[in-house]
C-alpha cells in the first residue's frame, strides 16, 4: 500500500477518540478520526446492520471522501 499521507500533529485526544492532523503528499490538509470502541459497543457493532452499513460505505465513491476503510498507514 502506497503512503499518500503524513501526520503533522495530535489535535484532540479524549478517551474515545484521537484526531490528527495530516498533510497529504498533494498538499492538501486532512483530520484524521481513530476512534477507540470499548468490548460492549464493538458487540454491539457485530450485527447485520453494521454489515449493511459498511458495504453501503464501501460502495460510496465521491472525490472528497478518503478512500480509507479499515484503517490506513501514516509515517
Known amino acids: 500500500m502506497e503512503i499518500d499521507y503524513a501526520i ?3 489535535l484532540l ?3 474515545n477518540q484521537v484526531v490528527y492532523k495530516a498533510r497529504g503528499r498533494s498538499g ?3 483530520a484524521i478520526s ?3 470502541f470499548t468490548k460492549s459497543i464493538l458487540a ?11 458495504k453501503e460505505l464501501k460502495r460510496l465513491n465521491h472525490g472528497c471522501l478518503r478512500p480509507v476503510i ?6
Not at 454491539?44 to 459498511?54: E, G, M, P, R, S
Request: net charge negative; glycine share 6%.
Open 44 to 54: 454491539n457493532l457485530k450485527n447485520t446492520c453494521f454489515d449493511v452499513a459498511l
Open 70 to 75: 479499515d484503517g490506513g498507514l501514516d509515517e
Open 34 to 36: 481513530r476512534f477507540i
Open 8 to 10: 503533522e500533529e495530535m
Open 13 to 15: 485526544q479524549s478517551p
Open 28 to 30: 492538501f490538509r486532512y
